[in-house]
């Protein structure tokens, strides 16, 4: 079991850049997949992106190039990093865990991140 704490959202203008944090309350070396979804109004949740033990990434490809994700086993954190940020990628954003490829996910509360001028 793993629980997940989200901080970084918040208000920003197109074009502008936030970072957000998930801290996990255990080791997070030998969990299999974490990273992020979104969810935003009237529309279902959606991965963002997510990276694996071994090193792997995946992004959807509406965030691709403009968002990064990166996972430090030592601080036990997985971040996001958005630039570029447009109107449609305001929703609320969750760090998600899966400890293994058979496992299921576990989720945080979420954090808001609305884009808007």
């Known amino acids: 079991q793993v629980q997940l704490v989200e901080n970084g959202g918040g208000l920003v203008q197109p074009g502008g850049s936030l970072r957000l944090s998930c801290a996990a309350s255990?080791?997070?070396?030998?969990?299999?997949?974490m990273g992020w979804y979104r969810q935003a109004p009237g529309k279902q949740r959606e991965l963002v992106a997510l990276a694996t033990s071994g090193g792997t990434t995946n992004y959807a490809d509406s965030v691709k190039g403009r968002f990064t994700i990166s996972r430090d086993n030592a601080k036990n954190t997985v971040d996001l990093q958005m630039d570029g940020l447009k109107p449609e990628d305001t929703a609320v954003y969750y760090c998600?865990?899966?400890?293994?490829?058979?496992?299921?996910?576990?989720w945080g509360e979420g954090t808001l991140v609305t884009v808007s001028s």
């Open positions: 998600f865990a899966r400890v293994s490829i058979f496992d299921m996910n576990y």
């Open positions: 255990r080791n997070i070396f030998s969990i299999y997949a």
